[in-house]
């Protein structure tokens, strides 16, 4: 590989800058200059690896005062994930050159990559008094806002988010940051303002930016949304707007209009997604439990076929596709197709949880085969003891077999992890008290089943 001239002096010019002027020579008679002009050119050509880590330490054996092995072996350690010695490498270079603004930016920039933006924004405020030209823009800008917004300056915070972007209006996280601190501070005229800047933005990345208005989203309660709600609509809109066919957006749009009721709205986003993301599981999930909600036991079985052909026996897909499957047969009525759907889930995955209950239970109310779902149901409470669910079924089982004594503690645990409020489970609980003979505390849980009903 050629390695050209125009490309060889950006290299020098670059080293030139950290370079100490004096030159080292070796018992060799090869300077370490000029080794590490040599590891430098490799780098350009080759990248970081180990050897480069490897030969910069041997620099360093050879010669321990030059400050720019220090910081080419901090680079060299970074980029190899080695980020503690990083660190040590990159302060070192520092501490031996503290009037080197390219040292203090490469620990800047580490400890800003490391989550550590108050080290970074010490370093960065000191450059910035010392360089402002260099140092002010909107990263540096913003990153020292977002650590004043931490330590409750927000004044001083919206200065320098409102000063990142007269040098770059559309940098998304001074945006986001200015909007937090409307949000923040109940100015939420100015809130919904500020943030249309950032939902209307083509260039920023799709993904964040549902993630961010679905985080808005979450904390709106139903008085928020009776007084801001054609912002809040507009917010979304305008994600979609700008996103027509990303599937975060899509799929934004499809949960906020179908939680806050506007379920035709819901269906055309989420049918979007799907016309577009054919192949993909999550949008045949999503239609499958919208045929859930609507009771639409048919168009569950065609959706959940769909999926099993998509999925192509991958176990994540085909199981909750073939319980489901079986769930709607037994509802249908035809419990041999279930059943039938059953085994071929437990086949796959034997230990499979909500087939293992569910085929225990529907064994139990016909009354047949109550040894194999008694065993069925046993693997469950022994893999989900505090499962109320999974409590219930297996006492019930316990009960129709007699066992009435067993069963008691089941349905008692059940009751404290949220089968109190199950009428179900509070109606097989009184069965087993009446067994028992405890008719008091029996009339008193079937009672409590009614009105929970």
Request: proline share 4%; with cysteine; net charge negative.
């Amino acid at each position: 590989m050629r390695f050209g001239m125009k490309k060889l002096f950006t290299v020098l010019a670059a080293l030139a800058l950290v370079l100490p002027a004096r030159a080292y020579q070796t018992s060799k008679g090869v300077s370490v200059e000029n080794s590490l002009l040599e590891i430098v050119k490799n780098i350009s050509l080759f990248g970081y690896n180990e050897r480069t880590s490897e030969s910069l330490r041997n620099l360093v054996k050879r010669d321990s005062t030059n400050d720019a092995v220090f910081f080419y072996l901090g680079k060299s350690e970074y980029a190899n994930g080695d980020m503690a010695a990083a660190e040590e490498h990159f302060k070192k270079a520092c501490t031996m050159d503290p009037s080197n603004d390219d040292y203090a930016e490469e620990l800047a920039g580490f400890y800003a990559m490391a989550g550590r933006s108050a080290d970074a924004c010490d370093i960065y405020f000191r450059l910035l008094e010392k360089n402002p030209l260099r140092y002010r823009n909107a990263y540096t800008l913003s990153l020292l806002a977002d650590q004043q917004m931490r330590d409750r300056k927000d004044s001083l915070a919206l200065e320098n988010y409102e000063a990142a972007l007269l040098f770059d209006p559309h940098y998304a996280p001074a945006i986001l940051g200015r909007s937090e601190i409307y949000r923040m501070h109940g100015n939420l005229p100015a809130f919904f303002t500020t943030i249309k800047d950032f939902t209307t933005d083509p260039d920023i990345n799709p993904y964040p930016k549902c993630e961010y208005v679905n985080s808005i989203l979450d904390r709106v309660d139903s008085r928020s949304y009776q007084v801001w709600q054609s912002q809040l609509d507009s917010m979304v809109m305008d994600c979609v707007r700008t996103h027509p066919s990303d599937s975060s957006a899509l799929k934004l749009a499809g949960r906020w209009f179908y939680r806050t009721g506007n379920e035709k709205k819901a269906a055309k986003y989420f049918d979007e997604f799907l016309r577009s993301y054919p192949t993909s599981m999550e949008p045949h999930f999503i239609r499958l439990q919208l045929l859930a909600a609507a009771d639409d036991t048919h168009g569950m079985i065609s959706e959940c076929r769909s999926i099993l052909n998509l999925a192509d026996g991958a176990e994540e897909y085909f199981l909750p596709a073939m319980s489901t499957l079986g769930d709607c047969y037994y509802e249908l009525g035809d419990k041999k197709e279930a059943f039938k759907c059953y085994d071929k889930a437990l086949k796959k995955n034997p230990d499979y949880l909500p087939v293992l209950n569910n085929y225990a239970y529907y064994l139990s109310l016909l009354g047949k085969r109550l040894g194999k779902a008694l065993k069925m149901s046993l693997k469950t409470v022994e893999k989900e003891p505090d499962n109320p669910t999974y409590l219930d079924t297996y006492g019930w089982l316990l009960h129709l077999c007699g066992k009435d004594k067993e069963a008691k503690p089941y349905f008692k645990h059940a009751l404290l992890y949220g089968g109190n409020e199950n009428s179900e489970v509070l109606h097989h609980y009184s069965e087993v008290l009446r067994a028992l003979g405890e008719n008091d505390l029996a009339d008193y849980y079937s009672d409590l089943s009614k009105r929970k009903k």
